[in-house]
């Protein structure tokens, strides 16, 4: 099974940036979706992104669309989060997870990672 680990998050005003990296070992991403979900204490983990490794299709939740981008290297078995006009709202600990298809990794992901914490102040 893949491992993956979220790096990048951090505290940033609101307006401001920044980019999330989830890196994997164990085996590549090829033909998985890889994406993204979010969690604040007390609420379910909601989808944020998730992109088709071999195809780079992508899919956003309607809170982040058009201020987020979701991306890959392939090379370096990566995939990016760039995270932009960035909201209070959008404080939570973000995870980087893998699924099967673009269709099921939005409800059920097969592998989570240990989450980064972005933090959005006002």
């Known amino acids: 099974q893949v491992h993956l680990v979220e790096t990048g998050g951090g505290l940033v005003q609101a307006g401001g940036s920044l980019r999330l990296s989830c890196a994997a070992s164990?085996?590549?991403?090829?033909?998985?979706?890889i994406g993204w979900f979010r969690q604040v204490p007390g609420k379910e983990r909601e989808f944020v992104a998730a992109i088709s490794w071999s195809f780079g299709v992508t899919h956003y939740s309607d809170s982040v669309k058009g201020r987020f981008t979701i991306s890959r290297d392939n090379a370096n078995n990566t995939v990016f989060l760039q995270m932009a006009s960035l909201k209070p709202d959008d404080t939570a600990l973000y995870y980087c997870v893998e699924g099967g298809t673009l269709r099921s990794i939005t409800a059920h992901p097969d592998v989570w990672g240990q989450g980064t914490q972005v933090t959005v102040s006002s």
């Open positions: 164990g085996r590549t991403f090829s033909n998985k979706a």
